[in-house]
């Protein structure tokens, strides 16, 4: 009988070892397959926001440009309303002190170190 009972203790280890790597099979091609997907789906996203941002560029680019006119067109009208009340017209220094417009200061260039 001790033949049989270690003949079929041989069989039950083999078993749960060879359902213990099966199982781990399974897992591991699960979890491949999964990453797999996951990085499938994630070069895609990537390409997708490369696109987006190459067509949103040049929208951009021409936005600044305009904000850049309005900019210097603004900077004008203000320096021609300052102009206008420096003149004496009162129109247009009631205006400034509502809208408290005045004129930058000039930005000092920094002071020339002396070279020696």
Same mark, same amino acid.
């Given at each position: ?7 079929q203790?041989?069989?039950g ?28 789906? $994630? ?5 997708? &926001? ?7 560029? @040049?929208?951009?680019?021409?936005? =600044? /440009? ?7 067109? $603004?900077?004008?009208l203000?320096?021609? &309303?300052?102009?206008?009340?420096n003149?004496?017209? @009162?129109?247009?220094?009631?205006? =400034? /002190? ?5 004129k930058?200061?000039?930005t ?9």
């Amino acid at each position: 009988m001790n033949t049989q009972d270690s003949s079929q203790s041989n069989c039950g280890s083999f078993l749960s070892t060879a359902l213990i790597a099966t199982s781990l099979l399974v897992f591991f091609i699960w979890q491949l397959t999964t990453m797999t997907g996951q990085r499938t789906a $994630l070069n895609t996203a990537r390409q997708q &926001l490369e696109e987006s941002f190459k067509n949103s560029t @040049p929208q951009h680019e021409q936005m =600044i /440009k305009q904000s850049e006119a309005v900019q210097a067109k $603004l900077g004008k009208l203000a320096n021609d &309303l300052l102009t206008l009340a420096n003149d004496g017209d @009162p129109d247009a220094m009631a205006i =400034i /002190k509502k809208h408290g417009i005045s004129k930058p200061a000039p930005t000092a260039a920094p002071a020339a170190t002396p070279s020696k």
